[in-house]
């Protein structure tokens, strides 16, 4: 990333000089403007060597999810210096407009030199943008995206020049209009998006469905109740709430977890971070669920129920099931203390004597 912006800023420092130079020389005001879009197409190369050296640092203790988020700053940033650029060619140019007498034919070497600017812009282009897919880096695309609207630009400068050339004078400054208008559009995309990102919006719908799609046909997972993304440097972040049958024992349903988490960072969709909760219930079943007792509680309010039923010495182990709101008991006996034909009678001795407990659940008695 670094290599791709210093090879941008070398041309552009060079494509400055001589538009500028030139367009002065010239008398192209189109040309002159085109010089300072690249002379802000410098600056933002130099954001791109700096933002490219510390948005991919990895993740630390005050930024847990690492630094993309700095890049996406640097292209808000650069969206700005795009505006302001345009606001300056746009005012100079309206000021010979409105101002007849201060329009001048531009000279023959003004074309020549937009001439090579396009091409060298298409190129900066092309080698850009391929770093920006290899990286997967939108500030890259961005600062893409500003060569190729520079190319656009110098098309336009290119037209205005000849056009004043053909004794046209006005239309080398329309040519500086039309470029600041197109800079401004372009800067106001790259605000835009950027700010969506550091407000954390959501993916698009189709990017939303495919990734519906993806964690649906997982083995074991009965829904999906609940999917939020957002992105960093373009990537994108998601935690989900899968639903899985409350029959599953935690590492299954743990299993089931990982293997969506694997698959989304597995898929194309550009997925960094994935956090999966397992869910046994709805949302709605969960409120009923919410505020039961935990172990211990519960523990000490069976051996009350149960001391008779049940050695104190000998207490049995007890698997918890909290399902609709209440609590399923799974009772672990051992075939020393009793027989298998006897597991459904104790279980219903046991479930009668906890009857007043308001949150019991079925009871059953199983062998260890």
Same mark, same amino acid.
């Given at each position: ?96 407009? @409105?101002? =007849?007498?201060? %329009?001048? +034919?531009?000279? #023959? $070497?003004?074309?020549? !030199?937009?001439? *090579?600017?396009? &091409? ?82 959501? @993916?698009? =719908?189709?990017? %939303?469905? +495919?990734?519906? #799609? $993806?964690?649906?046909? !997982?083995?074991? *997972?009965?829904? &999906? ?144």
């Amino acid at each position: 990333m670094r290599r791709t912006s210093l090879v941008g800023a070398s041309i552009n420092l060079v494509l400055t000089i001589g538009q500028i130079v030139v367009g002065v020389m010239a008398h192209s005001a189109a040309l002159v403007a085109d010089g300072v879009h690249t002379l802000s197409d410098l600056a933002t190369d130099v954001m791109v060597w700096f933002a490219a050296g510390v948005s991919t640092q990895p993740p630390d203790r005050e930024h847990p999810y690492g630094h993309g988020r700095i890049e996406t700053v640097f292209t808000v940033a650069l969206g700005t210096v795009l505006m302001l650029t345009a606001l300056g060619i746009l005012v100079s140019a309206g000021q010979r407009l @409105l101002n =007849p007498s201060q %329009l001048q +034919a531009p000279g #023959a $070497l003004a074309l020549v !030199v937009a001439a *090579v600017t396009i &091409l060298a812009k298409e190129g900066l282009y092309r080698y850009t943008v391929r770093a920006a897919v290899f990286f997967q880096s939108n500030l890259l695309r961005a600062n893409a995206w500003h060569h190729r609207s520079d190319a656009i630009s110098s098309v336009v400068v290119f037209v205005g020049v000849a056009g004043g050339l053909l004794g046209f004078k006005f239309m080398d400054s329309f040519a500086a209009v039309g470029v600041a208008l197109m800079i401004a559009h372009i800067a106001w995309d790259l605000i835009r998006k950027a700010t969506r990102e550091l407000v954390d919006t959501g @993916l698009e =719908p189709e990017r %939303l469905r +495919a990734i519906r #799609a $993806l964690i649906n046909e !997982v083995e074991g *997972v009965r829904d &999906l109740l609940l999917l939020r993304t957002r992105r960093s440097a373009g990537q994108v972040l998601l935690d989900a709430h899968v639903l899985v049958s409350p029959e599953l024992s935690v590492s299954e349903g743990h299993q089931i977890g990982m293997y969506v988490r694997d698959r989304l960072l597995a898929s194309k969709l550009g997925i960094i971070d994935v956090t999966i909760h397992v869910d046994l219930e709805s949302e709605e079943q969960e409120e009923l669920t919410r505020g039961l007792p935990l172990r211990r509680e519960v523990t000490a309010r069976l051996r009350e129920c149960w001391g008779e039923l049940l050695p104190a010495d000998a207490w049995p182990d007890l698997v918890l099931h909290y399902f609709e709101g209440r609590i399923g008991i799974d009772v672990l006996m051992s075939a020393k203390r009793v027989a298998p034909q006897e597991l459904d009678a104790l279980a219903v001795r046991l479930q009668g004597a906890a009857e007043d407990l308001k949150w019991i659940g079925p009871v059953r008695v199983r062998l260890r």
